[in-house]
């Protein structure tokens, strides 16, 4: 029937006839009826078990990706921190400052410094991401996304040439201040008879007026961005007393080079800390012998011994004479670097850096901060890339996050280099098309086992047997948004896991040992320094690979027969 200008239908219509159009009074309202039969429903899909597992791989990456960006920022704020408290402290107005005060100088400003580096974490519904807004670490996945501004260009210039010199070996003299001419000479005499590794294990020496009124003649302070070294100026008015507080105070240094902050240093393992202790003629007395203090003082005194009367450390202490000889032999980098016209040039910089003050604590904290700056941009990186699907930004920023970590550690910046010219060239083959994005992460995957070590090997292993899907596997239920893991598939990631990680680790240890000891075979074949070192390395390194490889394949594979 009509009504108001509008026709109705009855709702029953027969299906031997078409449904006409249907055109309203009103021109300006046009509708067309609707189907007559149902849209047939989407099958539902079955998901396996390696469906789930890349869910829960993305949704812990990208959880993990924010907590890293939180991370970094407060690391670079406490880096910044510690830089501005360590100039208070040590600069004119820290000089006559008592050891006390000159931690608390220290400490606050790299406590308030942490703290405002997370505080600098975006606030929530914000776009942008803490210090993805500056220009510096924009990463190479943004520029083949939009054309750079000139400030970003020359930002990521920038960050290129620090890590270029982050990655040169440390050839640059500690520099001094507060010394007379004849403290100066003394303390630069004794550098120069110490291997050049160990002189640049110190990026200040400072002469203090004050320290023996604290019952110390040298004091080593590691700090975030330097370690630094106080000498009472007294001591060095015997030049050989002097000669010895220096070496002690370097070997301190040394020591603290080779660790993680305090932790895994050499000082820290056998024969050091233990009796007997070594014993030092100039200040030791019976009953109260220095380096029996703790185990850093018994490294340190060995050191000076080692270098002022080593057959005294032969015959007192063996063990100890024949450890600190261990940590003397130079690498094959450091041997071609420590030579006259290395040194001298060490000197000079030094020297040019002591007329400009501040500029050795600057550029000390541009190589410091280069490490978690690119950590923090690769992890925002990596969470978009995850987010929106971008394969190019999730390997971008999956390398990234493993440059970054070797740009953080000194003697690992060279290979932290290798990697970001991997990363380039993947990320330049996958934006051509020239590389499809399974094989660039494959490609990524390997290069950062390779590269990061023993531990990316196992990780890179277990991570692949996970993926892997079974034949005939199928699991009921979705894959929600977050996560949707059963009870049972966590028991099967926890067994396959750590079958995975345990068989990888025996595998690198036993690759390692036999691919080590063809190494040696080979290097005594080759007879040319240079070839038996590369041939020694690249056995080590193959045979760890290939036992990483094959180890968490084997373990993986019980794991899924526990499973």
Known sequence: MEERGRIFLNSTVSPLRPLPSIIAADASSRTESAPSEKPVPAPERTYTRADRVDSAVKHFGKEAAKAVQSMTLAWMGLLVGATVGGAFVNGPLGIGMTIAHKMLGFLIPSMVGAIGGILVEQPKGADTHGLALLPVGAGLAAGARAEKTPLQKAATAGEAVLKGLRAIPSFIYPTTSNFSPAEREVVIKTLDRLPLGEVTTVQKIIGSPNLHKEWASGLARPQFVERIIEIDKSSLADPIYGEGVVI??????KDLATGIGRFFTISSRSPWGKGPYVLDPDTDAPGDIYAATNHYEDFAQGHKLYHTDPEAL?????????????????????SWMDRPLVRQAGKDVAALTEKVPGSRTLMDFAGSVIGPLTIHHAAHELENGLNDGDALQEIHGGLGLVSGTLFSFKPLAPAGLALEGIRYIVGKKLESGRLSPSRARNAAGKAMAIISGPVG?????????????????????EVTRDLALTRGDKIYLAKTTGASILGGLGGTVAGGLLGEQAGLVLASAAGNPLAGAVLFIGSRLAGALAGAYGGSRLGGAVGKALA
């Open 248 to 253: 002690h105070e370097v070997g301190h240094t």
């Open 314 to 334: 032969k015959t007192g202490n063996p063990a100890k004479y024949e450890s600190m000889r261990r940590s003397e032999i130079p690498g094959l980098l450091e």
């Open 457 to 477: 090997l196992l990780s890179y292993g277990a991570v692949r047997n996970l993926k892997e899907p079974e034949k005939g596997d199928r699991a009921k239920g």
